[in-house]
């Protein structure tokens, strides 16, 4: 998602878990359970990193078969953390309950990404879901 006025981290879950429904990454009679679990997971410790304005909401679930992610940036923020610091580039996983290893492998490389201050300023910028691809891909590449 573009530029999305989500506001809130529950409604962002919301949009990102119907997006990737949308988009066949997660069956529909899942998207309930997705987003309580993100929220529950969320609840016991933020991964907002507040300094760089990056969230990576993520749990493990029943009933996928695959890593599933989906991001949601804006030039100034998406949502706001309880103390009004605004996060601008979500990105929510979701791997299925028996992948642990795969989990927290996909978590790192996607941290250590998103730790770019040249990525970072790219997906803040891009006005599409294409650009937001196409900068992703490029700093993975360059390995960034």
Same mark, same amino acid.
């Given at each position: ?7 809130? =981290?529950?409604?962002? #879950? ?21 987003? #309580? +679990? ?5 609840? /016991? ?12 909401? +993520? ?11 989906? #991001? ?20 929510? /996983?979701?791997?299925?309950? *028996?992948?642990?290893?795969? +989990?927290?492998? =996909? ?17 803040? *910028? ?5 650009? /937001? ?12």
């Amino acid at each position: 998602m573009v530029q999305p006025e989500c506001l809130t =981290f529950d409604r962002t #879950i919301e949009s990102l878990v119907a997006a990737m429904s949308d988009a066949g990454g997660l069956p529909a009679d899942l998207i309930g359970a997705a987003a #309580i +679990h993100v929220r529950e997971r969320e609840a /016991v410790s933020s991964t907002a990193m507040v300094e760089i304005g990056v969230s990576i909401p +993520h749990t493990r679930l029943d009933g996928i078969d695959r890593i599933t992610a989906a #991001i949601a940036v804006s030039p100034s923020r998406v949502y706001d953390v309880t103390d009004g610091l605004p996060i601008s580039i979500v990105v929510l /996983v979701l791997t299925p309950s *028996d992948q642990v290893n795969e +989990h927290l492998e =996909f978590l790192s490389g996607l941290s250590l990404l998103l730790q770019s201050p040249d990525l970072r300023r790219q997906l803040r *910028d891009a006005d599409t879901m294409e650009k /937001v691809m196409l900068a992703i891909r490029e700093n993975e590449r360059d390995g960034a």
